[in-house]
């Protein structure tokens, strides 16, 4: 069983910058596939991005493409983040996820392990 705890989440102006971090527990960190997701009053969770296990694949909502960078640290057991010209649509809890197996999508059914969410809101 994997234990993920984020932290970085605030409020900030429309432009701004924020960066989440995802500090994961387990030998098998290195192996798994990150993802992160956000969530909305009365909405389904939304996929937001996702990095294989070694770092060198990624993936982006198109929404957010081009303004948000994930990336992971294994020798730290984290997984970031980086939001940059942050919208105020991008408010939201974001959660970090991580795959039971090496592989996955960008369903919430293709992960097994969640953190408790932190909350960022954007401001206009």
């Known amino acids: 069983q994997v234990q993920l705890v984020e932290s970085g989440g605030g409020l900030v102006q429309a432009g701004g910058s924020l960066r989440l971090s995802c500090a994961a527990s387990g030998r098998t960190f290195g192996r798994l596939l990150m993802a992160w997701f956000r969530q909305t009053p009365g909405k389904e969770r939304e996929f937001v991005s996702r990095?294989?296990?070694?770092?060198?694949?990624?993936y982006y909502a198109d929404s957010v493409k081009g303004r948000f960078t994930i990336s992971r640290d294994n020798a730290k057991n984290t997984v970031y983040l980086q939001m940059n010209s942050l919208k105020p649509e991008d408010t939201a809890v974001y959660y970090c996820?991580?795959?039971?197996?090496?592989?996955?999508?960008?369903?919430?059914?293709?992960?097994?392990?969640w953190g408790q969410g932190t909350q960022v809101t954007v401001s206009s």
């Open positions: 996820a991580a795959s039971g197996a090496s592989y996955g999508g960008s369903h919430v059914s293709e992960y097994a392990y």
């Open positions: 990095i294989s296990w070694g770092g060198g694949g990624t």
